[in-house]
Each structure stands twice: as C-alpha cells, then as structure tokens.
C-alpha cells in the first residue's frame, strides 16, 4: 500500500492532528527508513468509498502515513527515502500489514472493500514469515483490492501484469489507480483487467474535455464487457456528482463523503453492497493463444509482410497510445523492418514488446525486450498483436517449408483475441 505515486491533496490539519492523537508510533530520535520498516512505525488512515446514489460507504482506501514529527511523516518523504535505501519492497508489504491489522480488529462486515496502494516490486517480493498470517486473514475476511497506479502501469507494464498475476492466485483483487492521468495506460486497461478502474481526481477538476472524452471511450468500452466497477476520486462537492457519473462511476471517494480517518467505521443503517466481476483466472502462459479463429489462408510472403507494416502503422498513427507485441526471430519485424524501427513505435505506443533471441536483441529506449532461447517453438510463427481502445489486430503466420517464401497465417481484428494473444505474448515475456 503505497503512496508514492499519488498525486494527493494534503488532508485537512484537524485529521492530522487526530491521528497523532490516535496511536501513531513514537519513534526514538535519530530515526531511519531502516528502522521505520524494521519495526513496523507506520499507521494508516482510511478513507471511505461510497456508492453514489445514496452514498452507503462499500469500503475503505487505507492510506499508508509515516511516523509524526520525523522526516518521514509525509507518504512521499517516506516511500522517496525507501526508494533512495532499496526498501520499497519492504516498506510497501509493512504499509499493507499495518492496514490489514487495523481492520482486523475493528467489527466491519465481511464483505467489506478495502482498497491497499501496492507496487509491483511489493507484490512480488516474498512476505515475510511474521506477515504471513496477518495478510491472510485480512484476504479471508475482507475483500482485498490491490490498487497498481496509472504511472506504474505504464512505466513498466511488463512487471504490473506479472504482480497481478500474482496477486489474483491468492484471491485479491486488481484495480488501476488515477487512471486517465494521461493516455498511455488507456490501451493497457484490458491487458491488466482490474475489477476497479480508480479515476484519476484531475478528470473532476476540470470541465469536460477531449481527454475526459477519450478516458470515457475507453472505460465505457472495458466496463461494458468486464462489469468493472468504476470509482470517481477527488469528489469534493455536489456539483461534481453528474460528471462523476457520467464517466460511468457508481462510486465515489473524496472529501465530500468523508476524509480519512484513523479508525475505519461503519454504521449498520449505511453499509453498501456491490458486485464486482467474476475473479479472473490466471491461466499461465495460453499457448492456445497462438491459434487463432478462422481460415487459415496460404499467401506469398510479401504479402503477409505488407499485412505487418499496416499493422505497424496502425499502432504508430493511432489517436491513443497502442499497445503491442511482435516476435522477431531473425532480428527483423514481421514487416521486413530492422530493430531500430523499433524506436519510431516506441515513441508513439504506450507499449512495445520485442521477443527475439538474444543474439538479436539491442537496448532500445522505451522498448521492452525479451530474450528466447534461439530454439523457442514460438519463432516458428510470425507474431503481432497491436491493441488500442478502438481497434484490435492479431497475425499468427507460419512459414511453409516445402514453398519459398510462402506462409499460411491467421488474422483476426476481434477485440477478444488480439487481447488474448497480447497477454500470453507479455506472460511469455515476464516468464522468459
């Protein structure tokens, strides 16, 4: 649960106060980042999210704060120094215990949401012994909603779906945080598939825009197919409320339903229920994904190579930021491009995704590379998937052995299976 991407308004001085009042640790002097995540000197607040048509509070965000009267108080100051010291995976599991701890011991329904800031890094990492338990019962209880952020989404998806994976096989929850914050997460969204979409608090601070609108595209379209559950953050004021729910949230966060406090409480006459999407499988890495619906039809291989390059240029065009992946085995894309075409997308795209072997691999700036042994049963085909919110291509092609350059392929622009063959491409990624 951290908060070192949120972009948070200072809560209001009567609260601070409050939790200084409530418990937080006194630490000893001469306190460090170190000594804060060894001896647990962290406390969190919690912040109600209500439905907004009759406001019954459904769960908390708990809301990591560091230890008063040090350095350290602010939930920046705290996670910059644990990023400075290597600790951020520490801190961010401490920060969710202590979350998960306070609202064990208070009588909340057990269907209760509760809402935990994580970074990949956290989710990852391997859960101390004396946690272990705690974390445990919290999942059993309460239904557990790990938030990723926007900016962590798109700063590394590759990590982001891996920790989402791992989180889903133990019955947590997924949900994108700020998201809208900017355009480069808004082709990812299907490709992390969160139960909760959070938007981002800027969307209410301003007027309806051409970027409100594009944010709306995109969640009407995932939040139609999936059932998502979609949150306005930031909502401060009345006349807020029919932007909030015209960007397709039922629920709401923000100083206008309460600010956070120490101790999470409900009363019975307001508690909230909500149905959130069946929990998504994790099924590995789908090598059914490589085969794709409909005729398989025998071309010359300039042909599919010119299929490719469209495809290429459909990602590099696109009004929103694609999402992509290609297999390269040769060292070349699909289209006959060399690698450093690579760049020209990665400038346009939200995400690119290289798998080659490692021979033909070379960094390049904001490309996410993965190397496959030269003998990987996947560069027997010729791979693309390009996703954005409005269109959708998967190519699977192979070539055939018995005619020069000939392939017979697949292609598909149904929005279902290019999503599928862009995760099992990205799972390969992060396995490999």
């Known amino acids: 649960m951290t908060v070192l991407f949120r972009r948070e308004a200072p809560l209001p001085t009567s609260?601070?106060?409050a939790a200084g009042r409530m418990g937080t640790p006194r630490p000893t002097e001469g306190t460090t980042i170190e000594k804060i995540v060894e001896q647990r000197l962290l406390t969190a607040e919690f912040q109600p999210v209500v439905t907004l048509n009759n406001r019954h509070v459904i769960g908390f965000e708990a809301l990591a704060r560091g230890p008063v009267n040090t350095p350290f108080a602010s939930p920046a100051a705290l996670f910059t120094a644990a990023a400075a010291s290597d600790l951020l995976a520490q801190l961010d599991m401490v920060a969710r215990s202590?979350?998960?701890?306070?609202?064990?011991?208070?009588?909340?329904?057990?269907d209760t949401l509760l809402f935990v800031n994580a970074l990949p890094q956290g989710?990852?990492?391997?859960?101390?012994?004396?946690?272990?338990?705690l974390l445990r019962r919290a999942i059993d209880r309460h239904t557990v909603v790990a938030e990723i952020d926007d900016a962590v989404l798109t700063g590394d998806p590759l990590l982001a779906l891996a920790a989402a994976d791992q989180v889903r096989a133990l019955g947590v929850r997924v949900a994108v945080d700020n998201f809208g914050a900017s355009a480069d997460a808004l082709a990812l969204l299907p490709l992390l598939a969160p139960d909760v979409i959070k938007l981002d608090m800027g969307l209410l601070a301003h007027a309806p825009n051409a970027h409100a609108a594009m944010v709306l595209d995109a969640v009407a379209s995932y939040r139609q197919t999936t059932g998502a559950l979609v949150v306005a953050?930031?909502?401060?004021?009345?006349?807020?409320?029919?932007?909030a729910a015209g960007l397709g949230a039922r629920l709401g966060q923000g100083y206008l339903f309460g600010a956070a406090a120490t101790v999470p409480q409900l009363s019975s006459e307001s508690v909230g229920h909500v149905t959130l999407p069946p929990l998504a499988a994790v099924d590995g890495t789908d090598p059914e994904s490589l085969v794709l619906p409909g005729q398989e039809i025998v071309a010359p291989g300039s042909l599919v190579r010119e299929l490719a390059a469209r495809l290429e240029r459909t990602a590099a065009s696109s009004e929103v930021p694609a999402a992509m992946a290609i297999v390269c085995p040769d060292g070349r894309f699909?289209?006959?491009?060399?690698f450093a075409a690579a760049s020209h997308l990665a400038r346009s795209s939200a995400m690119t995704v290289l798998l080659a072997p490692d021979a033909e691999l070379r960094p390049i700036r904001r490309v996410h590379m993965a190397t496959l042994p030269s003998d990987d049963s996947l560069f027997n085909h010729t791979?693309?998937?390009?996703?954005?919110p409005s269109t959708a291509a998967a190519l699977v092609a192979t070539?055939?052995?018995d005619t020069e350059d000939t392939y017979t392929y697949r292609f598909s622009r149904d929005r279902d299976v290019a999503t599928r063959l862009l995760r099992h491409l990205l799972r390969r990624a992060v396995r490999d």
């Open 15 to 17: 609260v601070t106060a």
């Open 98 to 110: 202590v979350a998960a701890d306070a609202v064990l011991k208070v009588d909340l329904p057990d």
């Open 123 to 133: 989710l990852l990492a391997d859960i101390p012994d004396d946690l272990v338990g």
């Open 233 to 243: 953050q930031g909502v401060e004021h009345d006349h807020q409320m029919p932007f």
């Open 334 to 338: 699909p289209s006959g491009a060399p």
């Open 383 to 388: 791979v693309m998937a390009v996703l954005t």
């Open 399 to 401: 070539a055939n052995p």
